[in-house]
């Protein structure tokens, strides 16, 4: 049944240690989605995938990087990750744009040590 | 641009009682309105969403919205809760920009709801 499924679900890592998490739906969307949630705040756009057509929010640090390589699959990479950087990930995909729903995956809890 | 207020950081409120969770938003454009639920650890699930037409929107878990254009409101109702609604709920807009946006979400700070028993 689950649709948008994260992997994995707690991820802790060390300073600097580059990380990767991973996402993968089952709903054949075209739009992939990644957001930042820390603690007590409201989620915040990273970047999208329409397709294969990359899109970075502009205040998106250069620290990350994403990788979609087939339409199931979307990879956020953390390549120096900081303190700062501890907090929950959501992926989340939409058929299309405008006024479609967005599906959330459960969520990875990154950790930094 | 968008922005989205959430009137209330934390709602506590018994169980059966009724509840409103505020949403104001700001937009230069026409838009599209959502409220979300998140639960501890956990992604977000849609509740419910306005994109035209009728202003009051029915979603799930028993959960009501009615969209306001002049107030520029979108405000969450339930009239008997359930100690199971105790969560998190996000209010959202995205641009009506005629196919040009890419339907990107801008949240609010989200509601605490507490249900008591």
């Known amino acids: 049944d689950a649709m948008v499924i994260q992997n994995p679900r707690y991820q802790v890592t060390q300073f600097g240690k580059p990380v990767t998490l991973s996402c993968s739906q089952t709903l054949n969307h075209n739009v992939m989605y990644w957001y930042q949630q820390k603690s007590s705040q409201a989620p915040k756009l990273l970047f999208h995938?329409?397709?294969?057509?990359?899109?970075n929010e502009a205040d998106t640090p250069d620290n990350f990087q994403s990788r979609r390589p087939n339409t199931s699959f979307c990879f956020l990479d953390i390549r120096s990750p900081g303190l700062g950087d501890a907090a929950m990930y959501l992926c989340?995909?939409?058929?299309?744009?405008?006024?479609?729903?967005?599906?959330f995956g459960p969520g990875t809890r990154l950790t930094v040590l | 641009a968008q922005s989205v207020t959430q009137l209330d950081s934390q709602v506590p409120v018994f169980e059966e009682a009724p509840v409103e969770l505020r949403c104001n938003y700001s937009?230069?454009?026409?838009?599209?309105l959502f409220w979300y639920v998140q639960y501890p650890n956990q992604g977000l699930q849609l509740l419910l969403k306005y994109l035209s037409g009728s202003t009051l929107v029915k979603g799930i878990n028993g959960f009501e919205a009615e969209f306001n254009k002049s107030q520029t409101s979108f405000h969450l109702r339930k009239p008997s809760v359930h100690i199971s609604d105790t969560a998190e709920y996000f209010c959202a807009v995205s641009a009506n920009a005629g196919g040009t946006s890419y339907g990107k979400l801008t949240f609010g700070q989200g509601t605490i709801l507490t249900v008591h028993p």
């Open positions: 937009s230069s454009v026409s838009v599209y």
């Open positions: 989340a995909t939409s058929r299309d744009f405008e006024g479609d729903t967005q599906y």
């Open positions: 995938y329409y397709d294969k057509d990359f899109n």
